[in-house]
């Protein structure tokens, strides 16, 4: 288990009633209903529901520190962008999990180079480094156009 040394921020959020229920942060930013999502036997997919702020947070922390490891090799691209598809499921009759697929896209760089700082970045994200070896967890470098200088 990794243990952190200097907690730097904590975030803190009170559910109640729990996937047919209300989330709420002390400051009410984080102040609204959850529901099952109609997949899951919800009457429709209205409302937020825990995968997707999970793919929301996975989704934009990755892409911060796909960023920084960009940055700190100097290269030059276009917006990089990262989709989370958050999936829930049964990993046995009676226990359910996780499965993500993190879809990463970073224009003007090739495909292979993209990769390596893909790995680079699941080496250091705390969402990565939170689920490794815990849920599967997969990076798809998804093909770009190159970018073009004006």
């Known amino acids: 288990m990794n243990k952190i040394i200097n907690k730097m921020y904590t975030a803190t ?10 989330v709420q942060s002390p400051d009410k930013l984080v102040n ?7 997949a899951l036997g919800g ?23 796909l960023n920084r490891v960009i940055k700190e090799e100097k290269l030059t691209t276009g917006a990089t ?3 989370a598809h958050v999936s829930f499921g ?17 224009p003007g760089v ?3 180079k993209v990769e390596e700082l893909a790995q680079k970045a699941h080496s250091i994200c705390p969402y ?3 689920t ?10 998804k093909e770009t156009e190159p970018v073009i200088a004006n």
Do not use: Q
Not at 13 to 22: D, E, F, P, Q, S
Not at 43 to 62: I, K, Q, R, V, W
């Open 110 to 112: 090739d495909h292979a």
């Open 32 to 38: 609204f209903d959850f529901r099952y999502p109609k």
């Open 132 to 141: 490794r070896d815990n849920i599967e967890v997969n990076l798809i470098v």
């Open 43 to 65: 009457s429709n997919d209205d409302y937020l529901n825990p995968e997707l702020l999970f793919a929301a947070g996975y989704a934009a922390c990755f892409d911060n520190v």
């Open 13 to 22: 959020v009170t559910a109640t009633g729990g996937r047919n229920g209300h």
């Open 81 to 83: 962008v990262v989709t």
């Open 128 to 130: 990565s480094n939170a």
């Open 90 to 106: 049964k990993l046995d009759e009676s226990r359910f999990g996780l499965a993500v697929d993190l879809e990463i896209e970073v």
